[in-house]
């Protein structure tokens, strides 16, 4: 009775940490644990049909000297469409977007405020792959946050890499690493 009993254990211990191995990303190969990345869970991030994680990973300030977190996704169907077709036609737009608060849709302002923050875009090109750095600088204090993004469509689906950080050059070295580790 009792090795059964422990077999038993055993079988359920197994059997939880297959279950949980699915749940974080595999990580991306140059932005590896080693160096401070770390894997987020991604099973459960992403809802949207048509949108798959590959890998999301960050690094916090304790681990690395710019912390920032760097994604790879896949799109299809609809979604590839309207994605490419932001990236390609109106990337400001896109970057007006990230640089709105949360509430700004439900709440309108009593007068016109100067913003607190500049937004600029800007296209690059990484050995033949279509990029935008997207810097969203505050006003006051001089803080940056800074969103590289590399894109390219194979068939049906749109591949894209994302990596955002405080460093306009970090956020590229990023973006180009989760490339690369696709």
């Known amino acids: 009775m009792r090795s059964r009993l422990r077999f038993g254990a055993l079988a359920l211990a197994v059997v939880l940490i297959a279950g949980c191995a699915d749940h974080f990303g595999p990580g991306l190969v140059q932005l590896a644990a080693g160096r401070g990345w770390e894997p987020l869970p991604i099973q459960s991030w992403v809802v949207n049909d048509g949108i798959t994680p590959k890998a999301i990973v960050y690094c916090p300030p304790e681990d690395c000297v710019r912390p920032g977190v760097a994604a790879l996704l896949n799109f299809e169907g609809r979604e590839a469409i309207e994605m490419e077709r932001a990236l390609a036609l109106d990337p400001a737009r896109l970057a007006r977007a990230f640089s709105k608060s949360a509430d700004s849709k439900t709440k309108k302002p009593a007068k016109v405020a100067k913003p607190a923050s500049t937004t600029t875009v800007s296209r690059f090109k990484l050995d033949g792959t279509n990029g ?37 050059q970090a956020a590229r070295d990023y973006v180009r690493a989760t490339w690369e580790s696709r």
Request: hydrophobic residues 50%.
């Open 132 to 168: 935008i750095l997207v810097e969203i600088r505050a006003k006051e204090g001089h803080r940056l946050a800074s969103t590289a993004i590399l894109y390219a469509r194979k068939d049906k689906v749109l591949s894209l890499a994302i990596a955002v950080t405080n460093d306009s």
